[in-house]
């Protein structure tokens, strides 16, 4: 069964470090998200691509927060600099774009929990 | 904006009863759908339910179904028949019909009993 890949699954840091997460969503889902999911909440969307192209990021802190999806496959969310507050689970999921029968069915990864220390 | 609001953090259900968790939301829109999704312990996170606004009808999954009030902004999922691996985090979601964002509220723990 096709999955979200992500990678790593767990990242400990030290504030003002870098740190970079990838995702590789299931083959032939257009559209990809990457959540953030702080521990005891729902997910925030961070940024969200359609293809290649972001769709929304307006949620995105983007003086330290990146992301990108350059060929419209796979997908790398960058921290730099790293602060304490991001420590939380970060979620990238993958949907079919178009009809309303799949609307919201979103598949998640397994998650990367980062760790700022 | 949309709100989704989860005022349960944990319920506990006895293997083999019925358990609600129950969910509220704030949204000016006629066209949007509601889901339920469950995350289990270190487990992606999965759909289990899906119900469009414009559907009177309540949209059920096996032991999963829900009770969609619209004019009170209410969409609570009922467990019928609770297994152990129904054991898991619950998240209630709100999209609009013209987007594909996802807004989750805070979330309900659900434990089962033996």
């Known amino acids: 069964e096709a999955e979200v890949a992500q990678s790593p699954r767990y990242k400990i840091t030290e504030k003002s470090q870098a740190v970079a997460f990838w995702c590789d969503p299931i083959s032939g889902h257009a559209t990809l998200y990457w959540y953030r999911q702080i521990l005891g909440q729902g997910p925030e969307l961070l940024v969200q691509?359609?293809?290649?192209?972001?769709?929304?990021d307006s949620q995105l802190p983007k003086d330290r927060f990146s992301a990108e999806r350059l060929k419209g496959v796979d997908s790398t969310l960058k921290i730099q600099p790293a602060e304490l507050g991001d420590s939380a689970m970060y979620l990238c999921a993958s949907s079919l774009a178009g009809d309303r029968e799949g609307a919201g069915e979103l598949f998640f990864g397994e998650g990367s929990r980062l760790t700022v220390l | 904006a949309q709100t989704v609001t989860q005022s349960q953090p944990e319920m506990s259900v006895q293997e083999a009863e019925t358990v609600t968790l129950s969910c509220t939301y704030d949204?000016?829109?006629?066209?949007?759908?509601l889901f339920w999704y469950k995350q289990p312990p270190s487990r992606q996170m999965i759909l289990v339910i899906r119900q469009e606004a414009y559907k009177q009808q309540n949209a059920t999954e096996n032991r999963f179904s829900v009770n969609f009030q619209k004019a009170a902004k209410s969409f609570s999922l009922k467990i019928s028949d609770s297994q152990l691996g129904d054991a898991a985090m619950y998240f209630c979601?709100?999209?609009?019909?013209?987007?594909?964002?996802?807004?989750f509220g805070t979330g309900t723990r659900l434990q089962v009993t033996l």
């Open positions: 949204t000016s829109e006629s066209d949007y759908y």
């Open positions: 979601a709100y999209m609009t019909g013209t987007a594909s964002k996802l807004t």
């Open positions: 691509f359609q293809d290649e192209s972001v769709v929304d």
